[in-house]
């Protein structure tokens, strides 16, 4: 382990917040644009200590949006989860913390994970949408990889036609192919 988890709780003694036994999907976006393999691959590891990963798209890179920092690889992970959607936000938001987000400039971005879809096992409908699901081509090359045939749950536009009218989706590129360990990242 990349000593990630070291602060953060396993599953075996995970926050208490647990949904009383409730399984969740989740489709995350996880961006870096500092040290982005090594912060990659140590989300990754600090992700599988909660979530029961059951896909992740290949490596996207982008363009950075503002314009000033330098590029990002960009990957979709697709899990399933018992804890909450604040819970998992917090433990999320601690992940990008320990591995040096919201320190320093804010064109460098070691770590960045949104939720961008979050539904209950139970339903086909998520909870939580993340607006930039609309709105950013780094995330929709990535979700159309995963879901090719997939709409975005509150439009009901296929995310290849979002893609066809988006000004920036020549700015994103496809640049590792993933596996089911993960070594695209080493």
């Known amino acids: 382990m990349l000593g990630i988890a070291q602060e953060l709780p396993s599953r075996s003694n995970a926050p208490a917040s647990l949904s009383n036994n409730a399984s969740y999907e989740v489709v995350l976006g996880l961006g870096s644009n500092h040290r982005r393999s ?65 320190q320093g400039r804010r064109a460098i971005v070691p770590l960045d994970i949104d939720v961008l879809l979050f539904t209950p096992s139970y339903s086909k409908v998520p909870v939580a949408v993340h607006r930039d699901l609309y709105t950013k081509a780094h995330i929709l090359w990535p979700m159309l990889q995963l879901f090719p045939e997939g709409a975005h749950p509150d439009s009901g536009e296929l995310y290849h036609q979002m893609l066809q009218s988006h000004a920036e989706k020549d700015h994103v590129q496809r640049l590792y192919s993933s596996s089911e360990n993960f070594d695209f990242l080493l």
Do not use: W
Request: proline share 2%; charged share 15%.
């Open 38 to 102: 090594h912060n990659l691959r140590a989300a990754m590891a600090g992700l599988e200590h909660i979530l029961d990963i059951r896909q992740c798209s290949d490596i996207y890179v982008s363009r950075d949006v503002t314009g000033i920092g330098p590029a990002y690889f960009n990957i979709v992970v697709v899990a399933t989860t018992l804890l909450s959607v604040s819970s998992l936000a917090r433990y999320l938001k601690q992940l990008e913390i320990q591995q040096g987000r919201g």
